[in-house]
């Protein structure tokens, strides 16, 4: 492989701080504190399912609650994964995947068009997963959707428990991921598009 696809962003606010390192071509290792346990907890299963090396580290105000915190990271990490695909040449562009967690099943569909776009259908059975609040899932994916850059359909298909629902989504996105961004040989150097441009 030629150019390492690895990309460090810093976010500072009067919010949040946060630092993002990621490795597109990685092996899934991680290293999370956001300060969100759930939220390190989801982006585990980004890392793990999409064989992206991540290193996150946040610092927000949890004191008034974890939306920012959340928001922040999804658009930082969006940010680190716009930077580290570059121009976009020789990638497969889309990637989908199903993923079942017992009775819960949600299928993600990604396309690194250049436009931000999220289609989100997850029809939580609770609002609250511990401490975690499920309208945050939708924030994260909105801020990562803006800043990378991305056309993003979210649907949960079936569940009844709110925490394998979620994981079922974050998984499933990692594996989208992974297959959008994986390098096709057969495309090597060429744009994925009729633009030329993505």
Avoid: W
Wanted: glycine share 10%.
């Amino acid at each position: 492989m030629s150019t390492p696809r690895v990309a460090e962003v810093t976010r500072n606010t009067n919010e949040t701080q946060i630092r993002v390192l990621l490795n597109l071509d990685g092996t899934g290792q991680q290293k999370l504190n956001t300060g969100v346990p759930f939220l390190d907890h989801m982006l585990d299963q980004i890392a793990r399912h999409g064989l992206i090396d991540l290193d996150i580290e946040a610092r927000g105000d949890l004191h008034i609650d974890a939306h920012h915190t959340v928001e922040d990271t999804g658009i930082t990490l969006g940010q680190a994964f716009a930077r580290a695909l570059g121009d976009k040449k020789g990638v497969r562009r889309y990637g989908h995947a199903y993923v079942p967690l017992d009775e819960a099943l949600s299928r993600v569909v990604v396309d690194f068009s250049g436009r931000p776009g999220l289609h989100f259908n997850v029809p939580f059975t609770r609002a609250m997963i511990g401490g975690f609040d499920v309208d945050l899932t939708r924030e994260f994916f909105q801020g990562f959707v803006n800043h990378a850059q991305v056309t993003l359909h979210i649907d949960n298909l079936r569940g009844d428990n709110a925490h394998h629902q979620c994981e079922t989504v974050f998984k499933a996105f990692g594996r989208a991921l992974r297959m959008a961004a994986e390098l096709d040989p057969r495309a090597a150097g060429t744009i994925p598009s009729t633009k030329g441009s993505l």
